[in-house]
């Protein structure tokens, strides 16, 4: 809270009685002790009762500001604020808070807008830069918020924060192995501080490094055994390494600590999909389906499984609904396509690979399909362009070179058929 740092009134103390006659200044320190024993409510009461013996203290406000803010009822935190800054323009504290409750409003010009005021006011706190800095991330702005992170940790060479935001940042421009470095950078200085293990669980995985996401996620569980979302991750990484009965027991875990975890249903019906029992596997996607009914990949999770159980109508309308919910996304025209493909209509099938390669001209699986089914229309030379430019944006897909070798075949080309037979192999 605002200069919660420098305070040590309350620490490890029993309630005192209130004073007689009123005094505000026990009423705002018994509230920042009140407030970091997690006592909201009785922490407002106070900082209310303060405002109200002296209402033209800007910290009174701001301090229930912050209250409020913590507690996510970002409407009362802004305008406690405001009021803070109307009796004291000049407090930088206030106007950073402003622009945390804007920035989690998601209002990222009015959050700049205050962070760059706290600047201006008192240059010298590495967490206002930080604060600009996250806002800027969130709004684009990436190289205005790599200028701002780098300054709030030039200023403090210790604060985790700065780096976790740094590394958020760097991860949205691509930039990953900056971002890895930062996280654990992060952690180097915060052991326990477990968002950069999930950052950088997610850059793991993200980069095919799977052996490094598991073990992130290992270590998010070991810390934080309680935690449902490291046992999910530690499934996925699982799920990855094909280590399916693994995967299952830790989604097992992520559920008995949060019974209606989405994710964690798909992940565990994933696996049950996997090892072909169908059953079990559609279960979990039903209940996924019933807690989140807007949620476009258990819809297609449950296509793939109905289309193995062979219920063709309820699978077509499956990866119907996941375009309808996602009609952006490029892996849900891939995955309708493979239905089409089970029924037989090819020309469905092509047109469902153009809209994904419309959607996302570096899709591999979309040129795979795409050139299969023109191959299976003795489309060759088509097919053997998109087969080729599979292979280009995926070198080590065997089945891409298995494929592209039937149409030099077709074509008489024996040589180069042989030798996409070799690539093949030697990819499996």
Known sequence: MPDEQNNTVGRDQGEVPSPNPPDPRFFVERGRSRFRRG?????????????????????????????????????????????AIALDPHSAVAHNLRGCVHGAAGDYLEAIEHFTEAIRLDPSVARYYQGRGNAFSRAGEYESAIADLNEAIR????????????????????????????CNRAIELMPTYLDPRFGLFDLYYRTGRIDAALGAAEEIARLAPTEAHGWMLQGRAHL????????????????????????????????????????????????????????????????????????????????????????????????RSQGYKKLGSLDAVIADCDQAIRLNPTSSEGYLRRGEARLSKSDLGRALEDLTEAIRLQPNRARAYRLRAQVHRALGRSAEAEEDDRNAENRK
């Open 39 to 83: 006592e909201y409510a009785d922490a407002i009461q106070d900082f209310t009762e303060a405002i109200r013996l002296d209402p033209t203290n800007s910290q009174h406000y701001a301090f229930r500001a912050y209250t409020y803010f913590v507690r996510e009822d970002n409407n009362a935190a802004l305008l406690d604020v405001t009021k």
């Open 155 to 182: 200023l403090d060479s210790t604060y985790a924060l700065g780096f976790y935001t740094r590394a958020h940042t760097h991860n949205k421009m691509g930039e990953y192995e900056k971002a890895i470095h930062d």
């Open 240 to 335: 990855a390494k094909t280590n399916y009965i693994r995967a299952v027991n830790d989604f097992d875990e992520a559920l008995r600590l949060m019974p209606n975890y989405c994710s964690a249903l798909i992940g565990r019906a994933t696996a049950f999909y996997r090892v072909r029992n169908y059953d079990r596997a559609l279960a979990d996607a039903d209940q996924a389906i019933r807690l989140a009914p807007n949620y476009a990949f258990a819809y297609t999770l449950r296509g793939h499984i109905q289309r193995h159980r062979r219920q063709m109508e309820e699978a077509m309308q499956d990866y119907d609904k996941a375009i309808a919910l996602a009609p952006n996304d490029p892996l849900a025209y891939i995955a």
